[in-house]
């Protein structure tokens, strides 16, 4: 069985939901991002998404966008989240490890190629923003030979058709987006979220996490409650970016993910 699906059978046993924060690598310094996947872990985290820096994103808000303007900056490439996933991977062989990103770096390294890095490194999952389902195939493939799981996005304007077809592809988990806008917008209707959730879940067998727009503990608890997963993103990128000294990132990262842990484990 794969990192990712023991670690949702796992939760499920336990009538808990998975809790997956995202930060862009090298933000705000590469040599940092060890450390912070080690305090999220620390802090009850389950599965890691790693933001794949690029300079020109299209579902990202202001603070993400400034995450990877940072990041690519400090000069961190593709390769080099790579290496960082080889780094965990010397003393974690148990959280799953999700790159999410936009085709441009993946492309240009090659499919292929990129497949064979993701595996040697122990990635676990890939998102590819904007790779619709009929761009998708040929990376599904290469990664599918790996066993590492292709994620997709879906949204509160996903046809029936869509819903349908990203179901019959996607592996590891669903994300739902749950807003009608970039990453940190606010404005999160929690009927429309518990609706369109239930929705997909009759299309597939896999865990459905819901993303964007989650500030707070309260919130990730309403959302544990309709979902299997939640994602936070934009209001851990705003820690990291707030934080008085890059030295002072992990302890304030891991210490909100804590929060988050704490509260959502009382959504049962």
Do not use: W
Not at 149 to 175: H, K, N
Not at 185 to 190: I, P, R, T
Not at 258 to 264: I, K
């Amino acid at each position: 069985m794969s990192r990712m699906a023991s670690t949702f059978q796992r939760l499920a046993q336990q009538g808990r939901k998975a809790l997956i924060p995202f930060f862009t690598v090298g933000d705000p310094q590469l040599e940092l991002s060890l450390p912070v996947m080690q305090a999220l872990v620390a802090e009850g985290a389950d599965i890691l998404e790693l933001g794949i820096p690029f300079s020109d994103p299209m579902a990202d808000g202001p603070t993400i966008q400034r995450a990877s303007e940072r990041a690519l900056k400090n000069g961190v490439t593709l390769t080099d989240v790579l290496a960082v996933v080889t780094e965990f991977r010397r003393e974690n062989q148990t959280t799953p490890v999700v790159l999410m990103g936009y085709a441009n770096p993946i492309e240009r390294l090659g499919l292929d190629t990129f497949a064979t890095q993701c595996q040697a490194a122990g990635v676990d999952g890939v998102l590819v923003v904007d790779y619709p389902p009929f761009e998708a195939r040929r990376l599904k493939e290469a990664l599918g030979r790996y066993g590492i799981d292709m994620i997709f996005l879906l949204s509160p304007t996903s046809t029936e058709q869509r819903i349908r077809e990203i179901s019959e592809l996607a592996t590891g988990y669903l994300y739902y987006v749950s807003l009608r806008g970039v990453t940190g917008a606010g404005g999160v209707d929690l009927e429309e979220v518990k609706a369109q959730v239930q929705r997909i879940k009759t299309h597939t067998q896999i865990p459905v996490g819901v993303g964007f727009g989650i500030r707070d503990g309260h919130m990730a608890r309403r959302m544990a409650a309709m979902a299997d997963a939640v994602v936070v993103g934009s209001r851990l990128v705003e820690e990291i970016e707030s934080s008085p000294s890059p030295e002072d990132v992990p302890q304030r990262v891991g210490s909100l993910i804590r929060q988050f842990r704490q509260t959502m484990d009382g959504v049962q």
